[in-house]
Each structure stands twice: as C-alpha cells, then as structure tokens.
C-alpha cells in the first residue's frame, strides 16, 4: 500500500471514529456534569495523536530548513568568489563554506527563528533572523580565537548581509506559498473555539476571514445559547458541541490542534490553568484571546505577577521624540520624492493645462491633526465647476454613506481618469507633507462637511496628521465600507510605528499598480 493510500485510509477511519464519538458525546451532552471536574487532568494524550497533530508544522518546517542550509551555503560560496575569485581559494575555506549551511541552521534554531508558535504568522520570524546574524558574527569570531586562525575580514563583511537578506527572503517566500496553501484550505489547523456564543461568533469570523492564520473552525463549546439548543445547533456554520466545560471532548473528538478562548469569565484562573494542563497532555496548543481590539502585538507584554501573568497594553507612540522622528522622515523623504518625480509632475501639469482649460491644480478644504484646517493640493482631475455640479450628482454615489464616491463619474476628465486610477493626482500633496499639513503615512484627510457627521470614535482620526497613503489606500480603497475604513484608521492611529509605515508605503506601490479601488 502507497503512502498516499495509507494517508486516504487513515483518513476515512479519523472520520469513521469521529462520526461515532459524537453521537456519543452528544448523549453525554444532556448528562449534568459536576463543575468542580471540568478540566480535570487525565493521560488522553498519546504519543502518535500528539505527532498527528503537528503534522503542518513537520512539512513547513522541513521545507524550510533543506531552503535554510541551501541559503547558508550559496551565500558562504557567494562570499568566497567574491573575496578570493576562482582560483586564489585558500584549502580551509574548502571546508568552511559547506559547514557554514548548517551552523547557519544552528544559528537560526537558537534565535527562535524554528519556534511552531511564530511560524508564517508572527514577525518574530523575521526578528530572529537578525539574532541570528549576530549569533553567527559570534561564531565565528570565537572559532576564530579559539583555533588562532584569522577569516578574511571582507569573507566576513560579504557573507553576514547575504545571510541577513536571504534569510529574510527566504522566510517571505516561504510565508506565500504557505499562504496559497492555506487559502486552499491546506496546512489549517483544526481548531475548537471557546467562549460566551457572542464572543465565540467574533472569533470565528475573524478565523474565516483570514485563512493566512492558520485556524480552521471545526467546532464550538458555547455558553449563552438559548433554550431552543440541540445537537444540529451551528455559529457562523461550524457545529456547536457543547458548552465550555465539552472543550476536551470536542479537542479529542475532532483531533483538535488547536483551542481558541474568547474572553469568558467562566474560564479564568484555575479552570483555565486545569484546561492548559488538559490540553498539554494531548499535544494541543492554547490560544486566549484578551478582547482587545486591533491592538498590534508590540503594544502589548506580559507583566509578571505572583499569582497572575497581567497583560500590559502600551499607551500608542505619540510621545514628542517619536512625533519628531516622523516628520522628519516624512519630510526627508517627500523632497527626495519632488526630486526624483519632477520630470513626471511637469509633464502631467503640461497635460492638463493642454487638454482642459481652467488651473493645473485642485485646492481643497481639509481637517488636519487636532482639527486645524488646512488646504490640500491635487492635480486637477475633474471639469472647473465639479463642486458647483456635485449636490446633483450626490444621489448616484457609489461611496460608502459617510464619502461620496461614483466610478463613472461625468465630471473626470479624460486625462483625469488615467491619473486618478494610478493616483497620480495625489502627487502634488507631497507639497503637503513639506509644510507640514500632511504625513506620508495616516489616516485619509477627511473634508469639514465628513468630520461634522464624524461619531465620538471616529474624532480619534485627527490624533495625528492625515496621510497621502494609509490602511485605508492598501486594503481597498473606495472599495470599503466606511466602518472598514474607520476601523483601518483607527489601528492605524493606535499602532503607527516608523517601521510599520515603511511597510505601508511598500505596499502602497502594489495598491496603485493594480488599481485596486481607484475611481
């Protein structure tokens, strides 16, 4: 019998057993169960379920450890060609570049970089590249010392940044294709989801929406269900079995890699101490999710406690020195931009003022950082009296209730379709971003007639300065709901960080070359 014969029967006896453990269970179900032994320990664990139950980690991470050593050898061959050529090669460095593959492994093991936790969805794989660098800097110096033989120092200085950016592109590459796995349902982690029915059916939908996660729903352990409850009861479509004391039941029922807590106050101290041990004896993880609302991860740490491990949410880096360094970049990098893009801008004004009489640019009212009002400047997109004509259009937007938006609008120009579907009529706000109106990174500056109609939350937008490009330009544009780009504005604001903007701006460039959202 081929392997993939073994897999489909194995398959079909998973199921055969499953199918007959839940009619059980669900007869235990209707059976009051004494509280004081939820969760209690017991050896259901065995070896070869918990080895079942990591079998997505096992195939990523041999993947990645065979591309690894390939990556740490290419680079040391990399660096001996170029620091000694085809033939001045000297006889140690014959040895050197092959063990170089694997102690650059061992490099990247002792950073965490191999941890299942951080695999594919934490940028903690990425941080531990760069521990790793310095590890093998480390290595090397002290085999050095210890053996009293000099490396060459420009082998040395070559081969750690190759090793820093292939490591890293490795990691990216692998994080794709585990991402196309994913979204095809492959390499997910069967996953049962505990909480209040509320709590659990937030979870779930954030489970659905991103595939990339990893968490595939199979079932559900829900308190806070009506009376009407049976056994073909389902949130958000996934099988609801039980409340949250059936948590084990469910994890052993479905050979569950996973068990996700929403925030419950039933499952606190020693019930959910009693569930960690439970679920540790059968090899499946813990995931607890504190409530919190689009709070990114550096914002938060465990401070440590006798009794408690308490979680400490750090205030957004909105101090002065952090303010600073962003308008620095900001500015420093938009008069690079005006430089670099003059030749386009000029020619684009040319274009305008050729095909559609009337001024190059577009100024606009619009509600700045803590409220100020400044103008904005656009490149001229719509015909001269666009405003004059909007209140009769005002009915036809396709926008999202709160902005008005119309993919075919009458009044674009011609030259202004090409521009706004590549958003180069945002160009000119780099004047802006050097005066200090704008950042390059923010939330969308809103005009005075949107910000009156604004809720409480929603005034949290103006904390800091409006963006040519943000969440918002990313992740759909004028595709979005307005409580999509509200919630996208508000993360921003609460989690900006100068590295997460490089990031933003990345991406922008993707966002504009697709056209994703543009009209």
């Avoid at 926008?399 to 706004?420: A, C, E, I, Q, S």
Wanted: net charge positive.
């Amino acid at each position: 019998m081929s392997i993939h014969e073994r897999d489909i029967a194995r398959h079909n006896d998973r199921a055969r057993h499953r199918s007959e453990r839940r009619g059980a269970m669900v007869e235990r179900l209707e059976v009051p169960v004494n509280s004081t032994e939820i969760f209690a320990p017991s050896l259901g664990g065995t070896p070869e379920r918990i080895s079942l139950r990591n079998g997505w980690s096992r195939a990523y991470l041999t993947r990645l450890i065979i591309v690894d050593v390939a990556v740490g050898v290419l680079c040391s061959v990399a660096a001996a060609m170029i620091r000694f050529g085809d033939s001045d090669l000297q006889e140690p460095y014959l040895w050197i570049v092959p063990v170089v593959g694997l102690c650059w492994v061992a490099a990247l093991a002792m950073a965490n970089a191999y941890e299942r936790r951080y695999l594919g969805i934490s940028t903690e794989e990425y941080r531990s590249v760069g521990r790793a660098v310095v590890g093998m800097l480390a290595l090397l110096a002290v085999a050095s010392f210890l053996t009293n033989w000099q490396l060459a120092r420009a082998y040395v200085l070559v081969l750690m940044p190759l090793l820093l950016v292939s490591g890293l592109a490795t990691r990216r590459q692998m994080r794709l294709w585990l991402g196309r796995r994913r979204e095809k349902g492959e390499l997910m982690q069967r996953t049962v989801v505990v909480g209040r029915a509320d709590a659990a059916a937030s979870l779930l939908r954030s489970m659905q929406n991103e595939p990339t996660q990893g968490l595939l729903p199979v079932a559900v352990c829900a308190s806070g269900m009506d009376a009407s409850w049976d056994a073909t009861s389902s949130i958000e479509g996934v099988p609801v079995m039980g409340t949250p004391r059936d948590a084990i039941s469910a994890a052993d029922l479905y050979d569950a890699e996973v068990v996700a807590v929403a925030s419950h106050p039933d499952l606190a101290g020693k019930a959910l101490r009693r569930l960690a041990w439970a679920l540790e004896e059968r090899g499946v993880e813990l995931i607890v999710s504190p409530g919190l609302l689009d709070v990114a991860g550096p914002r938060m740490s465990i401070r440590p406690s006798n009794n408690l491990s308490l979680l400490h949410v750090e205030r957004p880096a909105h101090a002065t020195r952090s303010m600073f360094l962003k308008s620095v970049m900001d500015r420093t990098l938009a008069f690079l931009l005006v430089l670099f893009l003059s030749p386009l801008l000029l020619t684009v004004a040319l274009l305008i003022k050729i095909t559609d009489p009337g001024p190059v640019f577009f100024m606009q009212k619009r509600v700045g950082v803590r409220g100020e009002i400044f103008f904005i400047y656009k490149f001229r997109t719509m015909c001269v009296d666009a405003e004059k004509r909007l209140e009769a259009l005002r009915a036809q937007s396709d926008g999202n209730g709160v902005l008005f938006k119309m993919k075919d609008d009458p009044r674009v120009t011609r030259v202004g379709k090409v521009l706004r579907r590549f958003s180069i009529d945002e160009l000119p706000q780099l004047l802006n971003v050097l005066f200090g109106d704008m950042s390059l990174v923010g939330p969308r500056p809103p005009l005075p007639a949107e910000v009156e109609q604004y809720e409480p939350d929603a005034l949290r937008r103006l904390h800091v300065r409006p963006g040519m490009t943000g969440l918002w330009q990313v992740s759909g544009r004028s595709d979005l709901s307005w409580e999509e780009s509200l919630r996208l504005d508000l993360r921003y604001v609460d989690n900006w960080s100068p590295i997460g903007d490089l990031h933003i701006l990345i991406r922008t460039f993707r966002a504009v070359t697709h056209s994703s959202g543009a009209y």
